[in-house]
């Protein structure tokens, strides 16, 4: 895999070569209190539809998120739409500003 030209703030842009073929993106930075419907509504707002893609936000033991998901598209181009959508994002309704990392669910 190339691991050389990834950006440290933001993760793998999105027309890296590193995202053809994958369909699971992993979303790191997530704050802590951050609901799933909060990065829904941000993809969803970029054109994607819901029944191409699912979101699991592993919750800890206080039911707050542990600042990852993964989002499973039903294609290789809809999870490259939705890294476009979410590159250099944070979520805005929260108080942090701190970009999400985006990178491929590596097996």
């Known amino acids: 895999m190339l691991h050389d030209d990834v950006d440290n703030d933001y993760g793998y842009h999105p027309s890296h070569p590193i995202w053809f073929g994958f369909m699971v993106i992993m979303l790191r930075n997530l704050p802590c209190r951050c609901k799933a419907y909060e990065v829904e509504n941000i993809v969803?707002?970029?054109?994607?539809?819901?029944?191409?893609?699912t979101m699991v936000m592993p919750a800890g033991s206080y039911g707050r998120n542990r600042g990852y998901a993964f989002i499973t598209a039903t294609d290789p181009a809809t999870a490259i739409k939705i890294v476009r959508v979410l590159w250099q994002c944070s979520i805005p309704t929260r108080v942090s500003r701190r970009p999400l990392y985006l990178q491929p669910k590596f097996q």
């Open 44 to 53: 969803a707002a970029g054109g994607v539809a819901s029944d191409e893609w």
